[in-house]
């Protein structure tokens, strides 16, 4: 009889465990659901506060339980998941370009225990990737460490891999940026070996060899020998195959291809009117997407009301830091300027889009004429070009 009561007592305790372990697992898939629709929203922000909670709940979970049941049960679902929460912070808070946070947190993770083995062999060396970018942001880091780690990238297992070609991406914008033009070509020619995307290699002949502390001026009167071999040709396929997208920062850079190629292969009013068009398609998406921080796309919300640029009153940004870091060097594809020279454009092409809408014809022609000057001088800005512009 003894025996049989030890049993009933023993099957209380593991019925009180287990309704435990489900209480709390069952909030940590509720969190999951919602950081996954905050993050599908783009908003980060919110994302990230989630992702904090989760963090919490698994953390003061474990210190809590005193049963051994209790903690054994729960011991590998809350390393896995805590590791996964944290790795997901990194991501967020590195695409918000809180570089000192992303730090910290991935200090913390992976620096004072060996919890990289807890996750797949390419996620980790995505993490790597953000970290010692995050490094050199902050003026901190090693650029060999950081090109050592974006060639080896490509020789890891591909299988489950869903965030290469993005890494490569990422990679190659940062090293342009850094001006390592010969490191973000070999990523650029893997790019285009693995999933046939021209675009990064493109790029980079772009920034190389056009936007540089040179001037132009004095390649268009002596020869256009300083242009790789293969430039016209991957400039004009790239342009074939993307000049339908108008979403992304793509379109200013086939916009500065278009105008390049103008001035030195095809000074015709045609090639000038395209280029403007790619202007004008990228412009054309802020008018009809929701307010996002042109920074890191966190979108507004009722609670965290998104700046507005008092010049163009188009670009809105979710706060002042974001505002200043984009002003003078915007990390876009292609150019090396900030928010200060596509400032007027936006506002011209503001001006001009409101008095088409509204029948404003007396207005229309010479507004449009304004929005082109403003292309083109915003143009011939990033390509070393101002001072020629219209001669």
Known sequence: MEKKGKRSRRKAVSAADRASIVAVLTKMDELIVKITKSYHLDLFSQAANELREGIQLIETTMLDSSDTLLRMNLQARFIESKVLFYSNLVSIEFSRNNFDDAIQIYKKIFERGNL?????????????????EALLRQGKGNIDTFISLSK??????????????????RSADFLRTTKHFDAAAVLGEQLEELCGDKFSLATTYLEQYIIDD?????????DKEFLPEDFVEIMTEVMQKHQNEGTTAYVLVLAQATYLLHQLYDDTKEARRKAICF????LDSFSI????????????????????CSGCRVACYCSIDHQRMTWKK???????????VLCPVMKAYRKWRHANDNGGNKRVSRL???????????LSDGLGLKDICFE
């Open 330 to 340: 915007e990390v876009v594809r292609g150019m090396r300027f900030g928010h200060e």
């Open 214 to 222: 040179k001037s132009l001026q004095q390649y268009l009167v002596d």
């Open 116 to 132: 990289k083995m807890k996750l797949p062999s390419p996620r980790f060396h995505c993490l790597q990737l953000q970290y010692h």
């Open 279 to 282: 202007i004008e398609k990228y």
């Open 289 to 308: 997407a929701e307010t996002r921080c042109i920074t890191c796309g966190q979108a507004g919300t009722p609670t965290e009301v998104q700046l507005v």
């Open 152 to 169: 080896s990238r490509i020789t890891l297992p591909m299988k489950h891999d869903v965030d290469l070609e993005n890494d490569l991406r």
């Open 368 to 378: 449009r004429r304004r929005f082109e000057r403003e292309c083109l001088y915003f």
